[in-house]
């Protein structure tokens, strides 16, 4: 176990969101140091779907964190919560699964995990061991140590019942039952996502009403998926799995936006998002050429560092070859020192007829700048720069004097 308490705490806290309380962490880690004891790390997934896409792995990252300081990692797979289904942040409610849909499911997830974590150190723990032998009174039990009140402050449940939506009974127990994953695992450490907070808190809450130390509670960030918008996820469609061929995972990580392909390496990567950031502004790294970078990095981990630049490879001639033709004249375009890209768009290269037009078009993903997707309707580009502007099968390379 790493004896020094600020290095510790200097990795756990990277990438965090919220860590409650930073004060029992401290003491926790202090105590497990001293006593040569790990602390039990938890954290939950309920195989709700086969596959782990990159979204899942900004929390497995932080458990291989913990893993590598010498803590006791447990990785839960909700088998008998995942019938119930998670109501955190729905709008409506979740069709339970069958035993069958469950545990496929969790056997793919044993597979796909030791490409992240310490499969030799890490212990899987299914939550029918205990959730499935309590019987009505041990059930009975555990909802009178919890209010409806509290469970109404939920946002999700809140929300519904102000629309008067329905909410099942089923979908209180949850909270209820994740919380009690917690007393059974003896957990000292709960992590989830931040929209988990709640049931997070909950097993706070849980673990005293059953005479345990509280859990501490870390949550990370969400990573958004493809469409830059909405949390990454199998049912929208905007996800990467981990266990998809490489070709298909360099091509949609280079689909990512600028912008996003920040977070990406962020939460993905443990590369110096800074020093990158900086690269790229005095314009000694290309942002094209940073998410080439990204795409390798994220393809190495699950493919080897051969099969990621073989990739890359691949994706640069697709690119010269079939991405911009060769033949495409070069116009010199005097727009001022930093330029609109609409203005780019409209009186620079003359590819579309108004601004409404080229904001249409850059919404539905259909204009790239050199190589990538622009998103921003207020992108600006530096004077004395060449540019390749492509709109759907339309061409042009301009350089701004």
């Given at each position: 176990?790493?004896?020094?308490?600020?290095?510790?705490?200097?990795?756990i806290?990277?990438?965090?969101?919220?860590?409650?309380?930073?004060?029992?962490?401290?003491?926790?880690?202090?105590?497990?140091?001293?006593?040569?004891?790990?602390?039990?790390?938890k954290?939950?997934?309920?195989?709700?779907?086969?596959?782990?896409?990159?979204?899942?792995?900004?929390?497995?990252?932080?458990?291989?964190?913990?893993?590598?300081?010498?803590?006791?990692?447990?990785?839960?797979?909700?088998?008998?919560?995942?019938?119930?289904?998670?109501?955190s942040?729905?709008?409506?409610?979740?069709?339970?699964?069958?035993?069958?849909?469950?545990?496929?499911?969790?056997?793919?997830?044993?597979?796909?995990?030791?490409?992240?974590?310490?499969?030799?150190?890490?212990?899987?723990?299914?939550?029918?061991?205990?959730?499935?032998?309590?019987?009505?009174?041990?059930?009975?039990e555990?909802?009178?140590?919890?209010?409806?009140?509290?469970?109404?402050?939920?946002?999700?449940?809140?929300?519904?019942?102000?629309?008067?939506?329905?909410?099942?009974?089923?979908e209180?127990?949850?909270?209820?039952?994740?919380?009690?994953?917690?007393?059974?695992?003896?957990?000292?450490?709960?992590?989830?996502?931040?929209?988990?907070k709640?049931?997070?808190?909950?097993?706070?809450?849980i673990q005293?009403?059953?005479?345990?130390?509280?859990?501490?509670?870390?949550?990370?960030?969400?990573?958004?998926?493809?469409?830059?918008?909405?949390?990454?996820?199998?049912?929208?469609?905007?996800?990467?799995?981990?266990?998809?061929?490489?070709?298909d995972?360099?091509?949609?990580?280079?689909?990512?936006?600028d912008?996003?392909?920040?977070?990406?390496?962020?939460?993905?990567?443990?590369?110096?998002?800074?020093?990158?950031?900086?690269?790229?502004?005095?314009?000694?790294?290309?942002?094209?050429?940073?998410?080439?970078?990204?795409?390798?990095?994220?393809?190495?981990?699950?493919?080897?560092?051969?099969?990621?630049?073989?990739?890359?490879?691949?994706?640069?001639?697709?690119?010269?070859?079939?991405?911009?033709?060769?033949?495409?004249p070069?116009?010199?375009?005097?727009?001022?020192?930093?330029?609109?890209?609409?203005?780019?768009?409209?009186?620079?290269?003359?590819?579309?007829?108004?601004?409404?037009?080229?904001?249409?078009?850059?919404?539905?993903?259909?204009?790239?700048?050199?190589?990538?997707r622009?998103n921003?309707?207020n992108?600006?580009?530096?004077?004395?720069?060449?540019?390749?502007?492509?709109?759907?099968?339309?061409?042009?390379?301009?350089?701004?004097?």
């Amino acid at each position: 176990m790493e004896k020094n308490l600020d290095k510790q705490l200097e990795l756990i806290r990277r990438g965090a969101v919220e860590i409650i309380q930073v004060s029992e962490l401290k003491k926790k880690l202090e105590r497990a140091i001293k006593e040569n004891k790990p602390l039990v790390i938890k954290a939950g997934f309920d195989p709700t779907a086969p596959d782990i896409h990159l979204g899942h792995t900004v929390l497995l990252r932080k458990m291989r964190h913990f893993q590598d300081l010498g803590h006791k990692v447990i990785f839960l797979i909700g088998d008998h919560t995942a019938m119930i289904g998670d109501p955190s942040g729905v709008s409506k409610t979740r069709p339970q699964l069958t035993r069958k849909e469950v545990e496929d499911n969790a056997r793919t997830y044993e597979r796909q995990i030791a490409r992240v974590l310490d499969a030799k150190s890490l212990e899987i723990r299914f939550n029918s061991e205990w959730l499935g032998r309590m019987d009505i009174i041990k059930i009975g039990e555990l909802m009178g140590r919890y209010s409806v009140q509290r469970l109404l402050e939920r946002d999700d449940f809140s929300n519904r019942y102000k629309q008067q939506k329905n909410i099942t009974m089923l979908e209180f127990l949850y909270p209820l039952m994740q919380g009690y994953d917690s007393v059974a695992l003896k957990a000292d450490v709960e992590l989830g996502g931040s929209d988990q907070k709640f049931n997070l808190l909950v097993g706070r809450d849980i673990q005293g009403a059953y005479g345990q130390e509280p859990q501490v509670v870390l949550t990370m960030p969400l990573l958004e998926g493809l469409d830059g918008i909405n949390k990454m996820s199998k049912s929208l469609g905007n996800y990467i799995c981990i266990n998809e061929n490489a070709k298909d995972m360099f091509g949609k990580l280079m689909s990512v936006s600028d912008e996003l392909m920040w977070k990406y390496y962020e939460l993905l990567t443990d590369e110096d998002v800074d020093a990158l950031k900086a690269e790229v502004k005095a314009e000694r790294l290309h942002p094209k050429q940073a998410k080439v970078n990204l795409a390798k990095i994220i393809v190495g981990q699950y493919h080897g560092k051969a099969e990621a630049d073989e990739q890359a490879g691949e994706f640069d001639r697709a690119f010269k070859d079939k991405g911009f033709p060769q033949d495409v004249p070069l116009q010199e375009v005097s727009l001022g020192q930093a330029p609109d890209i609409l203005s780019v768009l409209v009186d620079g290269t003359k590819l579309l007829s108004s601004r409404s037009e080229a904001k249409r078009k850059i919404q539905e993903g259909a204009v790239e700048l050199d190589g990538s997707r622009v998103n921003d309707i207020n992108l600006t580009l530096k004077s004395g720069k060449e540019h390749r502007i492509r709109v759907g099968k339309r061409f042009a390379r301009i350089a701004l004097r």
